[in-house]
């Protein structure tokens, strides 16, 4: 089976409901992410010690960080090899979703740091198990005159499920267990729509490989790296992780010490600022999703992207004016859109092997994994130095201007 095709003129008639579960899948995915990370974990670190809240959950972060990166790379090659009649990524993503749920009950029943940690820990790594194998079935199953407009709609997944998030945790349960349940409930929901419309074919027989190779002195763990398009794809991919962790860890810093919202509080102001940028995802990932089928290039439109992110973030680091401040964080949402919006594409389009795409897909995530393991580091340094937050924005706009001369590096496959 080509990159990108379905086996059947039966898969390809359930395409379109196939896609619409993924995403729904997808999104759910990050809604139980989102605000677990943001609110329930940050309010459980409090509640075990006020005093040191921010080096506990510090410490889970970069644990849980650690363990995500290991467990997306190992359970996509894992996945790549599973054989049975349920196919080879059904399986993975139905326990990873069950596992999921079980982790939740493991944060609210930690009772010590420790235990909270290893609880993090325990989370990233069922999270992981539902991830690798669903991220793997964007490149299998999405054809590729799809490809732009699925990319679209998954690079909205984050922003959403952090709003969507944040409305939940204020308007639904205000206790931890109850919070918990109900992302719980849409997580399990969602995947067992997906399990029941995905007819992924059964997966008996050993992969077949496209031509033996010597093995490289790194071993095939390493063999994706040998292509010039995954190594500048996973390098830009890594950057603008990067910028974006370095931007969004210290928004509040850089509203309370750089700039403010003159009679507002710091919240309000952060508020604003993220919805200007929630828009301007909206609305370029909107126009991406619906001419999608038009885009045969998407490198131009990474291009813009990181370009925009690098002159947004750059003016926010040298304003002095809460109106400029305002404008320049729109432009970066609008950056922030373009890139998004064909990242899944990219990464699709840079997997040099039909076989692993489940560990070259798990690769591709461990550069979105080490900036969350380097942030939370950040943090504490920052908590002990005194540390301009205009330089952390200055090397955010380092990393854009570098993703943009590394996504020119990107070669269209004939």
């Not at 929630?278 to 089928?293: N, Q």
């Not at 970066?332 to 990464?347: D, H, I, P, R, T």
Request: hydrophobic fraction near 55%; proline fraction near 5%.
């Amino acid at each position: 089976m080509e990159e990108g095709e379905v086996s059947s003129r039966s898969q390809t008639r359930r395409t379109p409901l196939v896609l619409a579960a993924y995403l729904v899948l997808f999104l759910a995915a990050f809604i139980g992410l989102a605000p677990l990370f943001q609110i329930v974990a940050p309010l459980h670190a409090a509640g075990l010690d006020a005093r040191a809240k921010t080096e506990i959950l510090s410490r889970a972060m970069v644990w849980g960080a650690v363990t995500a990166a290991v467990a997306n790379i190992a359970m996509g090659a894992i996945s790549d090899r599973t054989r049975s009649r349920f196919g080879r990524r059904r399986p993975w993503i139905a326990l990873g979703a069950v596992l999921t749920v079980l982790s939740y009950v493991g944060i609210w029943r930690s009772a010590t740091p420790g235990h909270f940690v290893w609880a993090i820990i325990g989370f990233q790594l069922a999270f992981n198990v539902l991830m690798a194998p669903l991220s793997a079935v964007f490149a299998e199953r999405v054809p590729l005159a799809l490809r732009s407009t699925a990319s679209a709609l998954m690079g909205l997944s984050y922003p959403l499920a952090v709003a969507l998030g944040s409305s939940l945790m204020a308007l639904g349960p205000q206790h931890e267990p109850g919070r918990l349940a109900l992302l719980g409930g849409i997580l399990l929901a969602a995947a067992a729509l997906f399990l029941i419309v995905f007819d992924e074919p059964a997966s008996t027989e050993g992969p077949q490989s496209e031509a033996p190779k010597p093995a490289a002195e790194g071993g095939a763990f390493f063999d994706p790296f040998r292509s010039r398009n995954f190594v500048v794809v996973w390098t830009c991919r890594l950057l603008i992780a990067t910028g974006y962790a370095l931007v969004s860890v210290y928004l509040l810093y850089f509203i309370t010490d750089a700039v403010g919202w003159a009679g507002r509080t710091p919240e309000s102001a952060h508020a604003l600022l993220t919805g200007v940028g929630f828009g301007g995802v909206v609305i370029v990932a909107g126009l991406v999703a619906v001419f999608g089928r038009r885009i045969r290039r998407r490198q131009p439109v990474a291009l813009l992207g990181a370009a925009l992110l690098c002159g947004a973030t750059l003016v926010l680091a040298l304003t002095q004016s809460w109106i400029v401040a305002v404008v320049a964080f729109a432009a970066y949402g609008l950056g922030q859109g373009a890139y998004g919006s064909v990242e899944m594409g990219l990464m699709a389009d840079a997997l040099p092997s039909r076989e692993n795409r489940g560990r070259d897909m798990g690769l591709n995530n461990l550069a979105v994994a080490l900036p969350q393991a380097l942030a939370p580091i950040a943090a504490l340094i920052l908590e002990r130095a005194d540390i301009d937050v205009r330089g952390l924005y200055i090397a955010a706009a380092a990393c854009f201007a570098s993703a943009v001369v590394v996504v020119g590096l990107f070669r269209r496959q004939a």
